[in-house]
């Protein structure tokens, strides 16, 4: 790879991998730079998932994945999308975000470090307020602040999220988004986040990944997320996401675009031309 790799968190070198006959993911080349924020993106079936479960080490693959900054298996932390649980038991958020980190079962008593630890990491992700909160009774959004606490009460040198924006109304994605870059930033760990949400990636994220059984293209969202790679990458009419959500500065494309004027070079901003004709050729599609 051309950049400096010694910099970077992860780097995949030929990843592949296969469940029984089916090849999920072949020949994946990628490289997350470290201290950043690198999104995943791809369609449903892409390979998103297994990719991270594989960096992880929950899953087999062929080919190596490395972490040339930690030197060796990197401390994670992981935040799913979500969490099957009995909403019914009677346990506070502080209790259960306790019971991850407690050595000694919580009926032998609570340690008032680990307590004061616990508040300090929520208050961190300003939801304090829920700590005497029964677990249960949260919603989801609030759920999602909690996995947060969970995972970075590890000291994670990687945070790995699937999904953390789904089921959350935009201006709870964009808060948790803007809550992340300060802790990250203050912390100095990776992240790593899969997401469908296009324009949360084209906002916020300093690399992207883009996957469909292998990576189509990877780099610095700006440059990246332009009309033919989004093509190449989800397809007219395998489940495109709304071009409508991009801002203007992500809807690129290059410079042999037929809607560039003659005055134009290098790549432009036309991607309501890119949504009209992407829209017209999906409904003839379905003619």
Known sequence: MKEDESA??????????????TQILEDVCARVPSGGFTAIVGP???????????????LSYSGAITFPKSGGFPRFG???????????????????????????????GRSPKLVARIHEMLCELECEKLSDRRFGALSGGEIQRVLMAQALLRDPEILVLDE????????????????????????????????????????????VICLNRTVRAQGDPGKVLTHRVLTETFGLHLGIPDLHNLPADAQTCESSCPYHHAAHSGSCSCGQHHISAAEEEKGAGHD
């Open 44 to 58: 449903n079936g892409a390979g998103k998932t297994s990719l991270t479960l594989a960096i992880l080490g929950q």
């Open 8 to 21: 970077d968190a992860i780097v995949l070198d030929h990843v592949g991998i296969r469940m029984g006959e």
């Open 78 to 108: 992981f935040v799913p999308q979500k969490l099957q649980f009995d909403r019914e038991m009677p346990m506070t958020v502080s209790d259960y975000l306790l019971a991850g980190i407690q050595r000694i079962p919580l009926f032998f």
């Open 164 to 207: 953390p924006t789904s089921g959350v109304d935009v201006k709870g994605g964009k808060i948790c988004c803007e809550l992340l870059k300060k802790i990250r930033l203050n912390r100095g760990f990776t992240q790593l986040m899969v997401s469908h949400d296009l324009a949360t990636v084209s906002a916020h994220a300093t690399h």
